[in-house]
């Protein structure tokens, strides 16, 4: 089992930062793609990043590509997601996510292990 608690959401300014911070615990050597999903008021759970935990292989969605970058400290079993030049459509409830197999990195389903929900509201 893995436990994930994700930490740093809040209320930041459209075109500003805000990093977000996941952290795993748990048999976290069994762990192999982290992801960040999110999901918009009346909008369904969407991809928004994911990482490799052992290659560090990047993968984001095109919505924030450019603008957010995902990486990991394995030595602290944690992943962050940086998000810079946010946006009003970057409000939504961000959701950290671990698989223990390899995974298609934008596939919900191929995750097993989700941390709570933490908000993020971009004001403009």
């Known amino acids: 089992q893995v436990q994930l608690v994700a930490f740093g959401g809040g209320l930041v300014q459209a075109g500003g930062p805000l990093k977000l911070s996941c952290v795993a615990s748990g048999r976290t050597c069994s762990m192999d793609t982290m992801g960040w999903f999110r999901q918009a008021p009346g909008k369904e759970r969407e991809f928004v990043a994911a990482?490799?935990?052992?290659?560090?292989?990047?993968y984001y969605a095109d919505s924030v590509t450019g603008r957010f970058t995902i990486s990991r400290d394995n030595a602290k079993d944690m992943v962050y997601l940086q998000m810079n030049s946010l946006k009003s459509d970057d409000t939504a409830v961000y959701y950290c996510a671990a698989s223990r197999l390899p995974a298609t990195p934008n596939r919900q389903l191929a995750y097993d292990y989700w941390g709570q929900g933490i908000q993020v509201i971009v004001s403009s």
């Open positions: 990482i490799r935990w052992r290659v560090g292989s990047t």
